[in-house]
């Protein structure tokens, strides 16, 4: 089969420095997986090749314009995306996720569903006073919950938001840290607090917990409360004991949202004690109201390796 080139002329540098990424590592991922070869000369672009890996090349290319057509960076999450969108024929609506911004930090960062899961993810949210967003480290499970609870606050859409999750560790046990509870469980609400920083200044969070309008506590603190007006983020609820999450989830009232975040294939629980999170999903799949949401190593947004990790444990597990 004779080989093709082609050229594709992007509208400026910036767009060019966007679509190739660091080191060009965006193009080495488009030819690894096209077996086309991509060649960056200024601004122009040439793909040559085997027919079909070319024009698999150019139309993955085309289906990320709305990133590199504007300079925004490109990850390979978002290229993976668009081969997936390529092969499902869901081209345009993975545009129209390029679009879609839910959110934006205090540095201007534009927040976006990253993948077609992600999007489903932030709907369910969106449409369910409960949600369990169930997944694999690094897939956005509480980044995207918590940006949608502050946004609620923000907007006086609720009254409070509260984040909490069990006090279990990997490893070690409570009673050897330094301080008192509050002290030793803030280790554990760490990725909790990450999420807030994108938002809001960390000066300004204290005096809204003060105010009782953002409350950050161990899962136990929810015991005998109502939890109305709020928005409730249950990170890590693999952790969670049945009868733990049994428990938080009656404490739901009025005019409130809950999402459930967890992986159930990284339990810190005893051998012998079952996930809390597994067995809600099988009694509580059916109940309308409730959105469930799976999220895959797919959907992982973090460094390219965690995604490898991810791969490689899921299948030393089968």
Not at 138 to 164: M, S
Not at 185 to 193: A, D, G, T
Request: aromatic share 6%; glycine share 6%.
């Amino acid at each position: 089969m004779t080989e093709d080139s082609q050229t594709i002329s992007l509208p400026n540098i910036a767009s060019a420095i966007a679509l190739a990424g660091s080191q060009e590592e965006n193009l080495k991922y488009i030819a690894r997986h096209t077996g086309a070869n991509l060649v960056l000369r200024g601004q122009d672009l040439v793909i040559h090749g085997k027919p079909k890996p070319v024009q698999r090349s150019i139309d993955v290319i085309y289906c990320l314009k709305p990133y590199w057509g504007e300079a925004k960076p490109l990850t390979q999450p978002d290229i993976m995306t668009a081969f997936q969108a390529l092969d499902t024929g869901k081209t345009e609506e993975y545009q129209n996720i390029q679009k879609e911004v839910f959110a934006k930090t205090r540095n201007g960062e534009l927040i976006r569903a990253k993948t077609f899961r992600q999007r489903q993810y932030i709907k369910a949210i969106q449409q369910h006073d409960i949600t369990f967003g169930i997944g694999p480290a690094g897939t956005g499970k509480t980044f995207l919950a918590a940006v949608l609870a502050v946004q609620a606050l923000l907007k006086d859409e609720c009254d409070r938001l509260i984040l909490t999750r069990p006090a279990v560790e990997a490893g070690e046990r409570l009673g050897f840290l330094p301080g008192d509870l509050q002290q030793k469980v803030n280790p554990f609400l760490r990725p909790l607090y990450d999420a807030l920083y994108e938002f809001i200044d960390p000066m300004k969070i204290p005096e809204l917990m003060e105010k009782g309008k953002i409350e950050v506590a161990p899962l136990a603190y929810m015991r005998g409360r109502t939890l109305s007006n709020a928005y409730v983020i249950v990170d890590e609820a693999q952790n969670t004991t049945p009868a733990q999450l049994k428990m938080v989830l009656t404490r739901l009232g009025f005019g409130s949202k809950m999402i459930v975040t967890g992986d159930i294939t990284q339990t810190d629980l005893p051998s012998h004690q079952q996930s809390g999170l597994v067995v809600a999903t099988k009694i509580l799949r059916n109940v309308e109201g409730i959105g469930f949401c799976y999220l895959t190593q797919a959907d992982v947004v973090r460094h390219p390796l965690v995604q490898k990790i991810v791969a490689a444990y899921e299948a030393n597990s089968n």
